[in-house]
């Protein structure tokens, strides 16, 4: 996959050779408030290939401080990749520029048609939601 980086960015990386993620770094430093947001421009672009799908899941270490992320990036967008990280805590948390705050899986994905109908198909669960297997 092609990578482009904005000046102050710092390339994707996989800490091991197997694994599934690419780490994106931060390129700045700052703050993010508890039980708030804050959008990080990593200032890596990618090129996506078509037929698949860049999802920024969040860093594990990060996750047990209540710092998540999650978005989408989508083949054909090329711009910076916008890393949103929630502080889930009701602590703050500093970012030093270099370090680790998400990181880009890249799947494959089904680009089936959209039909709508008027009824669906019954299966076994049919409209059960939320906790209904756990019943």
Known sequence: MRFKLDEKAFPPERAHPKDAGLDLRSPISTWIEPN???MIDTGVHAEIPAGFVGLLTSKSGLMLKGIISSGTIDSGYTGSIGAVLYNHSNEGYHVSRGDKITQLV???ISLASVELVEELEETERGDSGFGSTGK
Do not use: M
């Open 36 to 38: 708030s947001h804050k």
């Open 106 to 108: 890249v799947l494959p």
